[in-house]
């Protein structure tokens, strides 16, 4: 496994290369990530990572400096999984010159997480097609953990042309539910035991509306007091049509409910696809 810092080295691994997976990442990579990389190594002969803590879609107010990094146990994973190449570049090396040049977004990403989140959607949409324009890989897979993200970056590669296949790969979660994520190891030992009833709020949702509850407003406004009463601050929890993400009518049938809260000082996201 061949690991290189900058864009010059990259390019010239990549010289003679075909078929290449592209997997991005924050780092600090558990089972979640593990799962994207199992998907490309099925799917692609050459599977890069990207590991990159991204400063354009972190708010000042925000974790990036405490974001959890791990190099060194992240590039053993990835060596256990055959991986062909990490990417891991050094800020200056992304970003020569300050990144005026960012994307604009359609309204979906002031949505949801881009209403708590003023444009983190801009910042991983374009570092995401930075990575594409460096990278060029034929496949690229993300997780639906991330549902607005992926949501965001199809219909990037759609309007923008990328000749990039878009993979997802469904959540990977703790043995109580909770789906993994870096963030997760911010939550202290009460706080991680607590942090399975957002799932659990979300499956409620889905279990109402498979006996034939459609009155999608009262389940959310239940599932915000299901969660408020055992002391999260809740974003939002809300019922999605799958296509859009706008929110559901009564006779959409593919559904998924999305939700952000807060433990203590964690913020968790979590989302459960459905079928009316
Ligand atoms: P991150 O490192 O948080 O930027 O995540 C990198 C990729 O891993 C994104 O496509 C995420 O959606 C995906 N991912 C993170 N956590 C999980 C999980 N628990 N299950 C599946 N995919 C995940």
Not at 164 to 169: N, P, Y
């Given at each position: 496994m061949k690991i290189v810092e900058t864009i010059a080295a990259l390019r010239s691994t990549l010289k003679n290369v075909q078929h290449i997976a592209f997997v991005p990442t924050m780092g600090n990579l558990h089972a979640g990530h593990l799962a994207l990389v199992e998907k490309a190594k099925k799917k692609s002969d050459f599977v890069v990572v990207s590991i990159f803590v991204n400063p354009l879609q972190f708010l000042p107010s925000e974790d990036f400096n405490q974001y959890p990094r791990s190099m060194e146990?992240?590039?053993?994973?990835?060596?256990?999984?055959?991986?062909?190449?990490?990417?891991?570049?050094?800020?200056?090396?992304?970003?020569?010159?300050?990144?005026?040049?960012?994307?604009?977004?359609?309204?979906?990403?002031?949505?949801?997480?881009?209403?708590?989140?003023?444009?983190?959607?801009?910042?991983?949409?374009?570092?995401?097609?930075?990575?594409?324009?460096?990278?060029?890989?034929?496949?690229?897979?993300?997780?639906?953990?991330?549902?607005?993200?992926?949501?965001?970056?199809r219909l990037m590669v759609q309007q923008l042309n990328?000749?990039?296949?878009?993979?997802?790969?469904?959540?990977?979660?703790a043995a109580d539910g909770l789906a993994l994520s870096s963030r997760n190891q911010y939550l202290n030992g009460p706080e991680r035991q607590e942090a399975c009833h957002l799932y659990q709020a979300l499956n409620t949702i889905v279990g109402e509306t498979a006996s034939g509850q459609r009155d999608f407003l009262l389940l959310e406004k239940k599932a915000v007091e299901y969660l408020s009463?055992?002391?999260?601050?809740?974003?939002?929890?809300?019922?999605v049509n799958r296509q859009t993400l706008l929110p559901a009518c009564t006779d959409d049938q593919q559904l998924a409910v999305l939700a952000a809260a807060r433990i203590g000082t964690t913020r968790l996201i979590d989302n459960v696809e459905f079928t009316c």
């Open positions: 146990a992240d590039c053993k994973l990835l060596r256990s999984l055959d991986v062909d190449l990490v990417f891991a570049p050094d800020e200056k090396n992304l970003f020569p010159v300050q990144q005026e040049i960012l994307l604009q977004l359609p309204a979906v990403a002031d949505t949801l997480e881009g209403i708590f989140r003023p444009r983190f959607f801009q910042g991983v949409a374009t570092i995401v097609l930075k990575f594409f324009n460096i990278i060029q890989p034929d496949i690229a897979i993300f997780g639906k953990k991330d549902y607005q993200q992926l949501h965001i970056i990328f000749p990039i296949k878009i993979l997802d790969t469904e959540i990977i979660r009463g055992r002391g999260w601050q809740v974003d939002y929890i809300s019922i």
